[in-house]
Structure formats: C-alpha cells, structure tokens
C-alpha cells in the first residue's frame, strides 16, 4: 500500500498526514529510548501491560488454580514428591526442636551460663507432653508435629494454612488450649464488602492499615453438597486474635496467597499429559506390527481368507493366519502395513528432563531431587545444588517458626501457667506472673549429613581451632545443642566410671588411677 503523502488543495488530507507522521514519531521516540519490555508492537501484542491490585488478581484467579494444584497434587508424580518434599525438609522426622532458655534472676537474657535448670526442665516437659496426639489438636488425631506437617503440604499446594486457636474448657486438655487445623475453603473467597468501617477482601475483615480484625469463616466445608443441601451456609465472625492464617506474600497489601507451584502447573499438566500418551503409544507399538490394509477395488476373499481379526461364520472362531514355521499368506486384496508409533524415541528423555529443570526452577527445588535423576553429577555439582536448595528449605523453617511454632509457643504458655498445668512433683505451680521470663525459648530446624561427613568434620574442627566458628554453631548446623551435649557426656562419663567401663580408645581418668591398684590385687590372689 503506497502511503500517504500530502497533496496540494486538500486541507483535510494534508492535517490527517501531519498527524499520522507526529504520532509515527511519537511512537520511534519511545521505542528508542524507552524500555524494550514496555514496548507496544507486533512482538509485545499478547503481552499484560495493564496492573490490577495483588489481592484483585488473587480473587480473580485463586480458586482455580488452587482446585488444579490440587488435581496435580492427587494425580501428578512430581507434585506428589515436591509436597513430600516440603514436609520432610521443612518439619522432618522429629518436628521442630525445642529449647526453653530461661534464665536465673539478674542474668542476661539468653545467657547459656545461668540457666534456670529447673525452670527449664519443667517447661520442656510440659511441652513435650502437650506436643502430644490428642492433646494439642482438638479432633486428637494429630500431635504437633503431624499437624505441622498438614500446615506445610497445605501452604505449598493450597498457598494458605488456616488454624484456629481454641482456648479453654473446649481445648480439652490440662493446658486450657488447642488448635484446630481448618480447610481454606471455609475463608471464602467470594466475600468482599464492608463490615462496619472495615472492609472484608476475600474472606478477611481488615482495618484502615490492612491488619486482619476478623475473619468470615464458613460454618461447613462449601463442599459438603450433601450437608449444604439440608442446613443451607452459613459465615461465622471470628476475630484475628482467634486465628492463624498465612502464606508467603509476593506483594504489598496482600491479602490472601497463591499455591507455590502456580507458575510451574501448566507445564506439569502439559508434561504428564505427553508421559501418558508417550507411554500409551508404546505400548501400542508393542503390542502392534502392522495393520491390513484392503484396496478399494478388491475381491471379497474367499471363505476360510478372511482378514484378520474377522471370525468363521461356521463357528465362531477367530481365524488363525500365522503358524510356527511358515510363511503367512495374507487373504487377496488386502497389503501389510507397518505400524510404528516412534515411542519411545532417543529424545524423549531429554526432552522430559528439560521440562523437568523447568518445573524444578518454578518449584525452587533441585532437577535431580525432584526427578530421582543422579545420573551424570558429581560430588562438586550435587554439593553446589544441594547447598542452594537446603538455604531455601532453611528459610521456609524459619518462616514457619517465626508465623506458627514461635505464637502457637506463646498461646500454650500463657494458657499453661494460667491453667496450672506447669507444676513440679510437689504440687507448686509455676506462677503466671513470671510469664515474660519463662517465654524465652529456641526453635531449630532439622539438619542434614553430607555425603562426604569426614571431610566436612575436618573442615569443621579446622574454622573452630582457626575461632571461625564455635562448637556451639557446628553442634547447632547439625541439628543438637552443644550445651545439652556436654551435660550429656558427663552424665555418661560419670556412670561409666561408677560401672568401671573403658570407653572409646582412651581409658577415663579413674580408670587409669585405679589400674594399679588392680594389678596388684591380681597378683596376691
């Protein structure tokens, strides 16, 4: 098309050219000087250039993605082992470790040289039996640590967790309180509006500077059709002192969260989707050499040549074409066709390992521990990608203890020393008044060996003679406690010497005082 051009006597063509070319050069101006990524053009014509509020896109799309990560999470085997691997990195075997660090009167607040031993023991106890199955969960299904677990599978499939903090008689137990781990779908996502000056986004009544007052939650799980269909829904006000919810925030004044895996779902969809029909074709392939193919002009075979797979009308049978030892003749008119589904191909390994480092990065786990691939690395490569992963499992332990382990701590003890269920083998209770010096107290996550533990152990003991680091920060990196290990050996030093019994390669030191006096006993006998 030849463009425009000005032409002499037409005022009206002549001001429509002029403003064509001034916005043509509007228009090079910001796409030379600007940002390439805010162009506008034919490459850029698919691309969002439009921002909604974190919680507007969140209500927009929550609820499907949150039902299709759970589809993944059902049917999908990386999802599956991603879920499992939240759990066993995040809370592990033993749950999260815990130290109560209360100290005598006067002393510095955390200072491990003036423990209040007593003090210690009995709040430890107390906890420990608490952390229980059916103690600190009101169903009593669950101890701490399974519930911890639940809380983690459901923040990385469902973005959120959502407990209730029960307090009192309804608790159920000494302590006067439990919790009670709820599904996030009774946080409805569809209420928004105002209560009173608040405004309620997604299920969450929030004041003037975004802090949650309340939550709005459903009575029954919204897809219990059978209960909804006789007692209808309702929403039941709890106030945020009486809730835990949360997830990981990727923006400001957010509200509600979004499923870890969303940006990897749909290739994880797509890539299960192409397993199956991979290994289906295979195993068509397999099972299928070739197909008969009839010309169109050709004569209906006679009796006792039909195709095959077509039955005798004599009898019913299928007829049989192919004998050990002999040449197959096929029926007239019909011509073999090989049948071959080109699965599985040389490249479909490579091809599903690609997506697979994909997915491993939206994941922000390791490629060869979500896909059990060890197949080409090294100990140089592995340490370098487990490093980076075992960083980011570190942080997610943190952020655990900091939103849950560290408040749901804080609830039991108040409740615990108000209750009396903190008492010594007397009958005396720990006063409730001393609140803030028996609160202070420890969360360690799990830690893990290396695949080369003597190395690490040399270089461990070499920073410590260098005063890089303590052996209360190598003790802590592998998961104990220095100072309880101490207390620990002296225990065992001790009642090895009471027993008379050598341990490790060195006698202890009674033991070679005592040598010889045993000697000489021996020989007077």
């Not at 002029?18 to 228009?27: M, P």
């Not at 592990?92 to 003090?119: C, I, M, Q, W």
């Not at 052996?471 to 100072?483: F, K, L, N, P």
Request: charged share 25%; aromatic share 8%.
């Amino acid at each position: 098309m030849t463009p425009l051009q000005a032409q002499p006597g037409s005022r009206i063509l002549n001001a429509f050219v002029a403003k064509r070319q001034a916005e043509r050069r509007a228009i090079n101006v910001k796409n030379v000087r600007g940002y390439d990524a805010a162009k506008r053009d034919h490459l850029t014509a698919g691309w969002t250039s439009s921002s909604a509020s974190a919680n507007e896109d969140i209500r927009n799309a929550l609820e499907i993605v949150r039902a299709r990560s759970r589809d993944l999470a059902a049917n999908n085997d990386y999802m599956r082992k991603f879920l499992r691997m939240c759990e066993v990195n995040i809370v592990g075997p033993h749950g999260f470790r815990y130290k109560n660090l209360t100290a005598n009167p006067g002393a510095r607040v955390g200072d491990a040289s003036a423990p209040d031993e007593a003090a210690r023991t009995l709040i430890e106890s107390a906890y420990a039996k608490w952390s229980a199955a059916g103690v600190c969960e009101v169903t009593g299904r669950h101890s701490l640590r399974q519930l911890m677990k639940l809380v983690v599978k459901a923040t990385a499939r469902d973005g959120e967790y959502l407990l209730r903090r029960i307090r009192g008689a309804s608790a159920g137990n000494a302590h006067g309180y439990a919790l009670q781990i709820l599904d996030i779908d009774r946080l409805d996502v569809r209420l928004n509006g105002e209560h009173g000056a608040n405004r309620v986004i997604m299920g969450v009544e929030v004041d003037e500077v975004m802090r949650p007052v309340a939550y709005h939650l459903l009575t029954t799980h919204p897809g219990d059709y059978s209960y909804l269909h006789r007692n209808g829904q309702r929403y039941e006000r709890v106030v945020a002192r009486d809730v835990f919810h949360g997830g990981i925030a990727d923006r400001a004044e957010q509200v509600r969260y979004m499923p870890w895996a969303h940006t990897a779902m749909l290739r994880l969809e797509m890539l299960g989707k192409f397993q199956t029909a991979a290994v289906v074709a295979a195993r068509k392939g397999a099972e299928t050499l070739g197909v008969l193919q009839q010309a169109v002009d050709a004569d209906q075979p006679n009796p006792g040549a039909a195709a095959l797979g077509e039955r005798d009308p004599s009898d019913g049978n299928n007829y049989e074409t192919s004998l050990p030892g002999q040449y197959d003749t096929l029926p007239p008119g019909y011509t073999l066709q090989p049948f071959d589904t080109k699965y599985p191909s040389d490249v479909f390994g490579v091809f599903v390992k690609d997506c697979l480092r994909g997915v491993a990065s939206g994941l922000m786990v390791a490629y060869n521990g979500l896909a059990n691939d060890l197949e080409g690395v090294n100990y140089s490569s592995i340490r370098a990608g487990v490093l980076e992963e075992r960083d980011g499992w570190s942080d997610l332990q943190t952020f655990f203890i900091e939103q849950l382990a560290d408040r749901i701590h804080a609830d039991w003890l108040e409740m615990a020393l108000l209750s009396g269920a903190i008492a010594y083998q007397g009958g005396a209770a720990l006063p409730a008044s001393k609140l803030d010096k028996f609160a202070e107290h420890q969360f360690t996550g799990r830690k893990w060996q290396w695949v080369d533990p003597s190395n690490d152990a040399q270089a461990a003991d070499l920073a410590r003679r260098r005063g890089w680091v303590t052996d209360s920060q190598i003790t802590a990196d592998r998961g104990g406690d220095w100072w309880d290990n101490v207390t620990e050996i002296a225990q065992e030093q001790a009642h090895a010497e009471k027993l008379k019994v050598v341990i490790g390669a060195a006698p202890l030191q009674s033991q070679v005082q005592a040598a010889p006096a045993a000697q000489a006993s021996a020989a007077k006998a």
